[in-house]
């Protein structure tokens, strides 16, 4: 089992930052790939961004290439999500989801809130 735990959700203007963390616990030595995931009020969720625990290979979606980035320390056991660049249609609760290997991912943190005002 793996535990995820969100932080560094708020309100920011667009054209504003932010910074996502999500700290894992448990068996974090079987994790292949930590992801983050949005949903925005009445849509479907969809995928964010993706790092592979052990050679850092990153994948992003097109609505976020050139304003996000993904990270990771694995010492830490933890991914961060540094958002720039903020617009309002990136509003949304934000996950940090995990998988064993490159099937679905089984273990989702509780999610943390953005909101970006226009």
């Known amino acids: 089992q793996v535990q995820l735990v969100e932080s560094g959700g708020g309100l920011v203007q667009a054209g504003g930052s932010l910074r996502l963390s999500c700290a894992a616990s448990?068996?974090?030595?079987?994790?292949?790939?930590m992801g983050w995931f949005r949903r925005a009020p009445g849509k479907e969720r969809e995928f964010v961004a993706a790092?592979?625990?052990?050679?850092?290979?990153?994948s992003y979606a097109d609505s976020v290439k050139g304003r996000f980035t993904i990270s990771r320390d694995n010492a830490k056991n933890t991914v961060y999500l540094q958002m720039n660049s903020l617009k309002p249609e990136d509003t949304a609760v934000y996950y940090c989801?995990?998988?064993?290997?490159?099937?679905?991912?089984?273990?989702w943190g509780q999610g943390t809130q953005v909101t970006v005002s226009s």
């Open positions: 790092i592979t625990r052990s050679s850092g290979s990153t």
């Open positions: 989801a995990a998988r064993f290997g490159r099937s679905r991912y089984d273990y």
């Open positions: 448990g068996r974090t030595f079987s994790i292949y790939e």
